[in-house]
């Protein structure tokens, strides 16, 4: 299975842009990055994944490294609401389909 | 709302018992995948169902089994229970096509069981 290497926790401010580190060096050409969050009391949840290009949706934006080892979570303005732990995710290109959950970062949101 | 239902949300058996969790897919999606998470190993992959066939297997005990039926619903069987056990158990599903690793999986509100 291949790991990701995440900080175990961060802490931001409220209406504060928020930037969630994620290595993953052992990716190779068709791999994927996918990020998924888990809020209090509730299942994982998608946020984006990307493949070598910065990738945006309305929930976040994925910037990767240009020699793929590495990617940026970017919330652009943290709420409260996204306080949660956030799993970045190396999906291997000829792997199952399956997750594999690091321990991932737990996110603290100040008011 | 992720469109995926889990029940029960919450079971407290004993040691030795067996329970079923049960899970609905999003309508239109044909892998069901069960995942439990607890304190100490945190979120890890059990077994995969694609349209009825089990696709893969994860780290799941003997004692553990699942199915997926034609209309799609899948169940997870525990028995001889253990106090280990007790965890959250999610269900996701995703459409499944090609390789799959593109897809996003959707996660149902999890089944807490706590074994006495």
């Known amino acids: 299975d291949a790991k990701t290497t995440q900080p175990n926790s961060m802490e931001s401010n409220e209406e504060e842009p928020v930037h969630l580190p994620c290595n993953h060096s052992t990716i190779s050409g068709t791999d994927y990055i996918h990020w998924y969050r888990q809020l209090p009391s509730q299942g994982p949840e998608y946020v984006i994944h990307?493949?070598?290009s910065n990738v945006n949706n309305r929930m976040a934006s994925l910037a990767i490294a240009e020699d793929r080892k590495s990617s940026t979570l970017i919330l652009h303005r943290a709420t409260l609401r996204d306080a949660a732990v956030y799993y970045c995710i190396h999906r291997i290109g000829r792997g199952a389909q399956k997750l594999v959950f690091g321990q991932g970062t737990r996110l603290t949101i100040n008011p | 709302d992720s469109g995926v239902t889990q029940t029960p949300k919450h079971l407290i058996t004993a040691t030795g018992q067996r329970v079923t969790l049960r899970c609905s897919p999003r309508?239109?999606?044909?892998?069901v995948y069960w995942y439990q998470q607890s304190l100490d190993q945190g979120l890890q992959f059990l077994i995969q169902?694609?349209?009825?066939?089990?696709?893969a297997k994860g780290n799941i005990l003997e004692r553990f089994s699942a199915q997926q039926f034609p209309d799609l619903h899948s169940e997870l069987n525990l028995s001889s229970l253990e106090l280990g056990d007790s965890a959250l158990y999610f269900c996701?599903?995703?459409?499944?096509?090609?390789?799959?690793?593109?897809?996003?999986?959707?996660f149902g509100p999890g089944t807490r069981l706590l074994v006495l």
């Open positions: 990307g493949l070598t």
């Open positions: 309508s239109g999606d044909l892998s």
């Open positions: 996701a599903s995703s459409v499944t096509t090609g390789t799959g690793i593109q897809e996003t999986q959707y």
């Open positions: 169902y694609y349209n009825g066939e089990e696709r």
